[in-house]
C-alpha cells in the first residue's frame, strides 16, 4: 500500500540540524478543476524542486486524470483514482467560479455545486486548494497585490500581460487560452514564489470565506515543500 510505504521512509529519515530542511517523504495525490494550467505549474514545482534537491527524490505528486471541470467533478475525478484513500495528502485545486454571462452563453459553477464540494471535502478528508474568481489569480500575485473583488475576465487578462512583461517578445502569449500551453509556468514565475505568498496570506481571512478575491494555492505549497528546522 502507498501509504505504508511512504510511512516506513519516513520512520528512516536521518535526524537533521538546524537551518537545513527536514527531508520528509510524503505522497499527494491532487485533482485540479484546470486541465492544464495547474497541473502545469504543479508538475513544474515538484521536477524544480526536486532537482535542486529541496524535495525528496521520492515525494509521490500524482495529478488525477481530469474528466471534469466543476468542483464536485474535481471531487469524483479524485475519488475514483485507484488506491486514492492510501495518499498521505488528497487535494482539490478549484475555483469558485460564479455563474456570468460569458458570449453567447454561461458559464461559472452553482453555489450548490461549489458548497457541495466543500462538503464532500472535508467529509473525506481532502484538502482544498480554492481560488476566487480564479487560478490565474495566485499568477497575478506575483507581481501585484489584488484586494478589491475583481472579474474572472480581468484577473485572467491582467496575468496574461504579466506574464508577457517577462516573457521574450517571440514567446509572449495573444490570448488567454494560451497560457494553457506554458509548460514551463513555474519557472517563468519561480523567483516571484514568496512574494504570491506573500499576498496570498494577506488576504487569508478572505481565503477561510473563499471570497474575493483569494487563493488557498499557497496552503497547497506549504504542504508540499520543505520544512526548515529552526
Known sequence: MARRKHENLRERSPEFRKGEHIEVLKSFLIACEGECTEPNYINGLVKYQKQQHLIAAGTKVIIAKHQHSDPCGVITDLTTMQNWQDYDEKWIVIDRDEVEFKGKGFGGHTQENFDNAIKSADENGISVACSNPCFELW????????????????????????????????????????????????????????????????????????????????????????????
Open 139 to 230: 499568477i497575478v500575485l506575483h507581481f501585484e497585490y489584488l484586494q478589491s473583488a475583481i472579474s474572472r475576465d480581468f484577473v485572467q487578462t491582467k496575468a496574461k500581460d504579466l506574464l508577457n512583461s517577462v516573457l521574450e517578445k517571440n514567446n509572449q502569449i495573444k490570448k488567454i487560452d494560451e497560457m494553457k500551453a506554458l509548460k514551463d509556468l513555474y519557472l517563468i514565475l519561480k523567483d516571484k514564489t514568496d512574494t504570491a505568498r506573500k499576498y496570498a496570506r494577506k488576504l487569508e481571512e478572505n481565503e477561510e470565506l473563499k471570497a474575493n478575491p483569494s487563493t488557498g494555492v499557497y496552503r497547497l505549497l506549504d504542504a508540499i515543500l520543505p520544512k526548515t528546522v529552526n
